[in-house]
């Protein structure tokens, strides 16, 4: 059963955003959530002028909590599961703007974006083996093949709960700042994108997404770089700057 409001679409000055909005429930994800946010997805997606997403939630605690708890062992499906590998896989650059903490679920939130610039005391605590938990597949492969090993069994083996410094030591966070400076930090990655060739942008963060996951090829690389290079874009912009 959903409580409180359901996530919130803003689309404005070339970004999306999603919001998060139950703070006083630690911005938990309820069961009807992933369809809703899959719903924002689609549209964003029919949004030619969107050229950055962004994910954040309301309050100063907490960014996200996970899937409700009370559900985890009642409602298997894949929802939830989806929900995360859209966003992982949207063709335009995602941020996370961590408010406040992440835990459970919510940690892979974060980690299915691009970017995740936090906010300066910020943790990550990841519960699945106190509750006897596997976690899913998808959650899996990606803090092992964004964080590596290593962070990846802290994280899921101990139980333990990391402090926003060691965040972004392991490459969790992208960039640490304090609070007062997010929403200004943000700003600067939706301008600097909006800057820039959106097809080159689009076509680079899918050929890194597939060298990640050891899905690549030189011969599609080449194909890349070398259509870029006939474009009549990339002409222009040429021209522009040899013209400066």
């Known amino acids: 059963m959903t409580s409180g ?39 964003i997606r029919a949004t030619p002028s969107v050229r950055l997403l962004v994910l954040t939630a309301e309050g100063e605690r907490t960014f996200c909590s996970g899937y409700t708890l009370g559900q985890i062992g009642t409602r298997l499906d894949r ?5 995360l590998d859209a966003i992982e896989s949207l063709e335009i650059p995602t941020l996370c703007a961590l408010n406040g903490s992440a835990y459970g679920g919510g940690t892979d939130l974060a980690l ?7 906010v300066r005391g910020c943790r990550l605590f990841m519960p699945a083996a106190r509750f006897g938990l596997h976690y899913y597949p998808g959650g899996l492969r990606r803090f092992v093949t964004r964080l590596g090993c290593s962070a990846a ?19 969790f966070l992208t960039e640490l700042v304090e609070r007062e400076a997010l929403l ?61």
Not at 79 to 83: A, Q, T
Not at 112 to 118: P, T, V
Not at 153 to 171: C, D, P, Q, V, Y
């Open 153 to 171: 069994k802290k994280i899921f083996l101990t139980g333990m709960t990391l402090e926003s410094e060691e965040l972004l030591r392991t490459g």
């Open 112 to 118: 299915a974006c691009d970017f995740r610039i936090g």
């Open 79 to 83: 929802s939830l599961e989806d929900m």
């Open 5 to 43: 409001h359901a996530p919130h679409l803003e689309i404005a000055e070339h970004a999306a955003t999603i919001t998060l909005r139950r703070p006083g429930q630690h911005n938990r994800i309820d069961p009807d959530d992933p369809a809703a946010i899959m719903d924002h997805i689609a549209t």
């Open 184 to 244: 200004t930090r943000v700003a600067e990655y939706r301008d600097s994108i909006a800057l820039c060739e959106a097809q080159a942008v689009r076509s680079m963060k899918a050929h890194i997404n597939a060298i990640s996951a050891g899905e690549w090829d030189e011969a599609s690389g080449r194909a890349a770089y070398e259509a870029s290079l006939r474009s009549r874009e990339t002409e222009r912009r040429l021209a522009e700057l040899a013209a400066r």
